[in-house]
């Protein structure tokens, strides 16, 4: 199984729920499972803007090993904003079972692998909250460049304190309220 984004979730029951009651029936349960499946929980515009990005970075690599396609794949989740390794995209696409035995990778199973790299994402940063956090929901602030830095992202101290900024007019804003 897999966990499919929030965003997916909702976009699904929007879809399947037919019957507008927001409860779920046994068939619409059943199409519910099949929409997720089909779309690896990613949103409509997430899986357009994969696809384009797919459409152009496969354009005129006809007959590419699947060495080149890991490449092409690592430099769309690098786009995309995810930090892997050549190596751990190589890995996941390995992961993925070719069925049509081609050396190419094809869209659908391009999805798979972005649905594995965002997975592996959120199980690194369940694992960044064990070591840093104070419980498994909660991240001091002082430890932020740190978790950041694990997961491979490293924002500048201007971008930090930044967020730090932002975060603390929210807040006060919150109180206000």
């Known amino acids: 199984?897999?966990?499919?984004?929030?965003?997916?979730?909702?976009?699904?029951?929007?879809?399947?729920d037919v019957d507008g009651d927001m409860r779920i029936d046994l068939l619409e349960f059943d199409n519910l499972r099949e929409y997720l499946r089909k779309t690896e929980g990613m949103t409509k515009e997430a899986i357009a803007?994969?696809?384009?990005?797919?459409?152009?970075?496969?354009?005129?690599?006809?007959g590419s090993s699947r060495d080149a396609a890991s490449e092409e794949v690592w430099r769309l989740t690098s786009l995309m904003g995810y930090s892997c390794t050549v190596q751990d995209i190589r890995n996941i696409t390995k992961e993925v079972e070719d069925a049509?035995?081609?050396?190419?990778?094809?869209?659908?199973?391009?999805?798979?692998?972005?649905?594995?790299?965002?997975?592996?994402?959120?199980?690194?940063?369940?694992?960044?909250?064990?070591?840093y956090g104070t419980d498994t929901d909660t991240l001091?602030?002082?430890?932020?460049?740190?978790?950041?830095?694990?997961?491979?992202?490293?924002?500048?101290?201007?971008?930090?304190?930044?967020?730090?900024?932002?975060?603390?007019?929210?807040m006060a804003e919150e109180d206000f309220l």
């Open 49 to 62: 803007d994969l696809k384009e990005l797919f459409e152009k970075a496969t354009k005129g690599t006809e």
């Open 1 to 16: 199984g897999y966990a499919p984004t929030l965003q997916g979730t909702m976009e699904a029951m929007e879809y399947i």
């Open 140 to 170: 001091p602030i002082e430890y932020l460049a740190l978790g950041l830095a694990d997961l491979g992202y490293y924002p500048s101290e201007d971008a930090i304190y930044e967020l730090l900024d932002h975060m603390s007019e929210t």
């Open 100 to 131: 049509d035995n081609y050396e190419e990778l094809i869209f659908p199973e391009l999805m798979k692998v972005m649905r594995l790299v965002r997975e592996q994402e959120k199980d690194r940063i369940v694992d960044i909250f064990k070591v």
